[in-house]
């Protein structure tokens, strides 16, 4: 074989192994992607109860009223436990099925790091649920485990994992 044919079969072998590197590299993305968007379907699909769309009885829109006056105020900088990052948390979809959060700055899977609290009046209750990484974020989907009565509910959610926490602000969502 000659040096020239040589030359060429080392360059065809090297071209032949980035191309194989690259679809690899390419496979590994698509299939990385529908694994958290398969996570974040779960995440939102883990339960199915309906919400009672009912509008609120003044009973009902005042005991709210009331609630909100109890709640604390979040303009103060929250503690965090020393070594976690403070997470901002907001809330980008007030629909209850589900709730969903962005917690910027933090890029992390988790099982169980998003909590939503729904108040009203004197009921208040907690539904946990799975986070899933996004390039730049993580994303929180949150569904009541039970049929939220009409009127005028705050919801707070929060994350907490390992390395980050954080709440954000409350929010109202009004239940007909």
């Known amino acids: 074989m000659t040096k020239q044919k040589k030359s060429q079969t080392k360059k065809l072998l090297i071209i032949g192994l980035v191309l194989i590197l690259l679809a690899g590299s390419i496979a590994l993305y698509f299939k990385r992607r529908s694994d958290n968007q398969k996570r974040l379907q779960q ?4 339960t199915e109860e309906t919400v009672n769309l009912v509008p609120a009885t003044d009973e009902e829109k005042q005991a709210s009223e009331d609630n909100k006056k ?6 103060e900088t929250p503690d965090t436990t020393p070594g976690v ?5 907001t809330i980008t979809s007030l629909d209850t099925n589900p709730v969903r ?4 700055g933090v890029v992390e899977d988790t099982d169980s790091g998003c909590t939503a609290t ?17 390039v730049s974020h993580t994303l929180c989907a949150v569904r009541p485990d039970r049929t939220l009565a009409s009127g005028s509910w705050q919801v707070v959610v929060s994350y907490k994992s390992n390395s980050a926490e954080g709440t954000s602000a409350p929010q109202t969502i009004t239940v007909p």
């Open 101 to 104: 959060a962005r917690v910027d």
């Open 118 to 134: 729904f108040s009203k009046g004197s009921e208040v209750f907690s539904v946990s649920s799975a986070s899933v990484a996004n």
């Open 70 to 75: 109890n709640l604390p105020d979040n303009t």
């Open 85 to 89: 990052k403070q997470a901002t948390v």
């Open 43 to 46: 995440a939102i699909n883990q």
